[in-house]
């Protein structure tokens, strides 16, 4: 399968508890974004990258977030200190960044904070 | 901001019924628009786009027409399947400008088809 793979699809954890989800993009796509999906919404723009580089954060970021892309494979999500209003499906995507810029998504790790 | 609204679901149709999932946009500019479809315990998939006025985007007997004097971008589908069941998304970028060239997503309509 050569498409958006994350990990872990699933993770439950009590507020305070700092968590970290990684997300591995279509090996020659250049461009990875973030995003967060609360229920019965559709995604919202958190970041993103092209290669190594973190180009733009939503304000959506807060400070207890954290992205990184080290040697612009690969990508983490870190979040410090979780809350409960940080229970959602975070979702990556992919893009070779061709004109139009097709993303191609990942299955999304669900997070939940009790 | 730019921002996408989308007619609120759920929508319960019959196999072989006409599809429409209203899509309506605001955004300064020409942005591209895009649905995407979300099956059950899948990820977000490309259904169809269109990247400027009049241009019709199909696939898998899903049409959409860019219409900018309305700024809609509406969804349809002849005949509906049971597998067509799933999360609509209308989304929108801007292709050419700007570094990120994120997606902004409507809030999505839920789709079930009832043989």
Redesign the interface.
């Known amino acids: 399968d050569t498409g958006v793979s994350q990990d872990p699809r699933h993770k439950i954890t009590k507020r305070g508890q700092n968590v970290t989800f990684r997300c591995d993009p279509i090996s020659e796509h250049n461009r990875l974004y973030w995003y967060r999906q609360t229920l019965g919404q559709g995604p919202e723009f958190l970041t993103y990258f092209q290669n190594e580089a973190q180009l733009e954060k939503s304000r959506l970021l807060s400070d207890r977030f954290s992205a990184e892309r080290p040697k612009g494979s690969f990508s983490t999500l870190e979040i410090q200190r979780t809350e409960q209003g940080d229970s959602a499906m975070y979702l990556c995507a992919s893009s070779s960044g061709t004109s139009y810029n097709e993303q191609f998504f990942g299955p999304g790790t669900r997070l939940t904070v009790l | 901001g730019d921002s996408?609204t989308q007619m609120e679901g759920p929508v319960t149709l019959s196999e072989e019924a006409f599809l429409t999932i209203n899509c309506t946009y605001t955004a300064t500019g020409y942005p591209?628009l895009f649905w995407?479809v979300q099956y059950p315990?899948?990820?977000?998939?490309?259904l169809l786009?269109a990247?400027k006025a009049d241009d019709k985007g199909s696939n898998k007997g899903f049409e959409a027409t860019y219409r900018k004097e309305t700024t809609s971008f509406h969804l349809e589908k002849g005949s509906v399947q049971v597998s067509d069941s799933a999360v609509y998304?209308c989304?929108l970028?801007f292709?050419?400008s700007?570094?990120?060239?994120?997606?902004?997503?409507?809030?999505?309509t839920q789709l079930t088809v009832l043989p």
């Open positions: 996408v591209s995407y315990g899948e990820g977000l998939q490309l786009k990247t998304f989304a970028s292709p050419f700007g570094s990120a060239r994120q997606l902004t997503f409507g809030s999505g």
